[in-house]
């Protein structure tokens, strides 16, 4: 068995989130299509640039390292989209449905923050997220319950 080092520890933790931000990539179309505000489709298009550009630089340091882009099965990130399929399903047409889709999308933003520590870009967009679960989705939900 090889000897685990921080070197192996930091290509395992490489292709976790190079399998995620390829699978997120997927994901974000879907979730853009089935958003209801105008803001909140805006919000998953450009996420999905964003996301673009990580993969392009997630490719840029397995080439730095000397390794091939390869992605490894991650189930967090898996149960994760899932989830946000989930909601898109159960809750489609529902005055929810924006206010479910920020709160899957933030759960992938907080996956991304715990696999990049503290890049600007991820904190950002889940601030952009809260602001518009604050100023729109939430309201608009809970106007409709009651």
Same mark, same amino acid.
């Given at each position: 068995?090889?000897?685990?080092?921080?070197?192996? =520890?930091f290509?395992?933790? *490489?292709k976790?989130?190079?399998?995620a931000?390829r699978?997120?990539l997927?994901?974000?179309?879907k979730? #853009?299509?089935? #958003?209801?505000s105008k /803001?909140?489709?805006?919000?998953f298009?450009?996420h999905?640039?964003?996301t673009? %550009?990580?993969?392009?630089?997630?490719?840029?340091?397995? /080439? =730095?390292?000397?390794?091939?882009?390869?992605?490894?099965?991650?189930?967090?990130?898996?149960?994760?989209i899932?989830?946000?399929?989930?909601?898109?399903?159960?809750?489609?047409?529902t005055? #929810? *449905?924006d206010? %479910? *889709?920020?709160?899957?999308?933030?759960?992938?933003?907080?996956? /991304?923050?715990?696999?990049? %520590?503290t890049?600007?870009?991820?904190?950002e967009?889940?601030?952009?997220?809260t602001? =518009?679960?604050?100023?729109?989705?939430?309201?608009?939900a809970?106007?409709?319950?009651?």
């Amino acid at each position: 068995m090889a000897e685990k080092t921080l070197a192996t =520890l930091f290509h395992d933790t *490489l292709k976790d989130i190079y399998y995620a931000e390829r699978n997120i990539l997927k994901a974000l179309p879907k979730m #853009a299509r089935g #958003a209801q505000s105008k /803001e909140l489709k805006q919000a998953f298009e450009a996420h999905k640039e964003q996301t673009q %550009g990580h993969v392009e630089r997630l490719q840029q340091v397995f /080439e =730095l390292i000397g390794k091939r882009a390869q992605g490894k099965t991650c189930p967090a990130i898996d149960g994760i989209i899932e989830e946000g399929e989930e909601i898109l399903a159960e809750y489609k047409g529902t005055p #929810a *449905l924006d206010a %479910g *889709l920020i709160a899957a999308a933030q759960a992938v933003e907080h996956y /991304e923050i715990t696999r990049y %520590g503290t890049l600007k870009e991820e904190s950002e967009t889940d601030e952009k997220l809260t602001g =518009l679960a604050d100023s729109a989705a939430n309201q608009e939900a809970a106007q409709a319950a009651e």
